[in-house]
């Protein structure tokens, strides 16, 4: 059965300054692992994605994510935050032939 | 391009009271979701429709029922609406239930049961 462990509820960064949120997965097989951002009242977009190709995986805005094996990670970083930033992240882990896999969502706080 | 659109956006109801949430794709997707967003929780599946004419349980699919009613359409009905299912509820597409394929979201209902 696949899951996946979001560590953080809430993590706070001042604009300008590297955001990191990180997500830990379980899979009994090579899983497809994704983030989502939601923000405030609106539906949930695709940040990146990773399907077994690159491990260090590039998304819009200037995020990226590294797929770690050895760990059973997927953090998401990005070198300089800002205050567009501010939404709910969440990590989602798939097996082939298989639905999404929601984590809890980290929300992420930016001040100026 | 509208994506996916969902109907109502807000919607109030007494417990006891029924009704149906719409939910439209223009994508051409075979494959159909609806979630339920509550805090903390993250998204959990209600039920989905992995191509036109068949329908499965996800993880929370007590008190609610779905039809897929064509390629487009995948409705979302509450028969007896009770408090704990006041919530957030989404609908996504996708173009085949596998694993690497991307999901496309509505901008949600809030439905609050009194």
């Known amino acids: 059965a696949q899951s996946v462990t979001q560590l953080d509820s809430h993590v706070s960064v001042s604009e300008g300054t590297p955001v990191l949120l990180r997500c830990n997965y379980s899979s009994s097989y090579s899983p497809s692992l994704f983030w989502y951002v939601q923000h405030p009242n609106k539906g949930l977009q695709l940040l990146l994605k990773?399907?077994?190709?690159?491990?260090l995986v590039k998304g819009i805005n200037g995020f990226e994510a590294e797929f770690k094996k050895s760990e059973t990670s997927f953090h998401l970083t990005k070198p300089s935050a800002h205050m567009s930033d501010a939404a709910e992240y969440f990590c989602?882990?798939?097996?082939?032939?298989?639905?999404?896999?929601f984590g809890k969502g980290t929300m992420l706080l930016v001040s100026p | 391009n509208a994506g996916v659109t969902q109907t109502p956006k807000f919607q109030v109801l007494k417990t006891g009271q029924s009704m149906t949430l719409q939910c439209a794709q223009d994508m051409n997707h075979n494959s159909m979701y609806w979630y339920r967003q509550d805090p903390g929780m993250g998204l959990r599946l209600i039920y989905y429709?992995?191509?036109?004419?068949?329908?499965d349980k996800g993880e929370v699919p007590n008190g609610y029922n779905v039809s897929r009613l064509n390629k487009r359409e995948f409705s979302l009905r509450l028969e007896s609406a009770a408090p704990s299912q006041t919530s957030v509820y989404f609908c996504a597409s996708s173009e085949d239930v596998v694993g690497d394929t991307e999901a496309f979201f509505g901008q949600g209902t809030r439905l609050t049961v009194v």
């Open positions: 989602v882990v798939s097996e082939r032939y298989s639905t999404l896999t």
């Open positions: 990773y399907t077994s190709a690159a491990t």
């Open positions: 429709s992995a191509s036109e004419g068949t329908t």
